[in-house]
């Protein structure tokens, strides 16, 4: 009997799409003329890393307490973690709108996602591998593992779907895993409803 090729079946994705783009969704209100700012220290970014279990609560005190003791190190690596941020919400902007990433863009994710992996090591994890930072206590190992997040992403077909929300206000980061493609709002109760409601009454007031 003659061997039909059979496309391999997709993988459970194992790429946190949702968490990198929590990371760029730290700058929020993006399209108003004032963002907010949720990464305003070296202690937001890893409260933050802590939330989303990119290091867990121990690893995140030691952090806390290297910072204190190097402050300006734990600056120059939040304003590295903001470049990082700023040029993967390039990329989500490009795929958005279907254009092409600038080289700008593409040389600060290659040059994160080179740290992020030259400062990891393998270890076995359930039947197969995991990198993990070889450092734990390093100032920039939150930036290591946000860059090894983002490393799965950028890669895979996932980052195709990153849409941004369409509330007018709202910019949020999101992956469309609808059928059609058709979902436009981060959060329907948030951003969708209410920018209907602010679309019928302008709509009312003309
Ligand atoms: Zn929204």
């Not at 992996?117 to 076995?124: E, T």
């Not at 450092?135 to 946000?146: G, T």
Request: proline share 5%; aromatic share 6%; charged share 30%.
């Amino acid at each position: 009997m003659a061997k039909t090729a059979r496309p391999a079946p997709l993988p459970a994705e194992p790429v946190d799409a949702d968490r990198v783009l929590a990371f760029i969704n730290t700058l929020s209100s993006r399209p108003t003329a004032a963002p907010v700012e949720h990464l305003d220290s070296y202690e937001a970014l890893v409260a933050w890393a802590r939330e989303q279990h990119l290091v867990s609560a121990a690893a995140a005190e030691r952090l806390a307490g290297e910072a204190r003791k190097h402050p300006h190190q734990a600056a120059a690596v939040l304003a590295r973690a903001k470049d990082f941020r700023e040029a993967l919400n390039g990329l989500a902007a490009a795929i958005d709108t279907e254009r092409q990433p600038s080289a700008d863009v593409l040389k600060t994710i290659g040059e994160c996602l080179a740290s992020a992996y030259a400062n990891g090591r393998l270890v076995p994890h359930e039947g197969a591998l995991q990198w993990v930072a070889s450092a734990e206590d390093d100032l920039e190992r939150v930036l290591w593992e946000i860059g090894r997040a983002a490393g799965r992403l950028v890669v895979s077909p996932r980052l195709a779907r990153v849409r941004a929300c369409a509330a007018s206000d709202c910019g949020w980061w999101f992956v469309d895993d609808t059928k059609n493609r058709s979902r436009r709002w981060c959060d329907m109760t948030l951003c969708g409803n209410r920018e209907k409601l602010r679309r019928f009454r302008s709509k009312g007031s003309k």
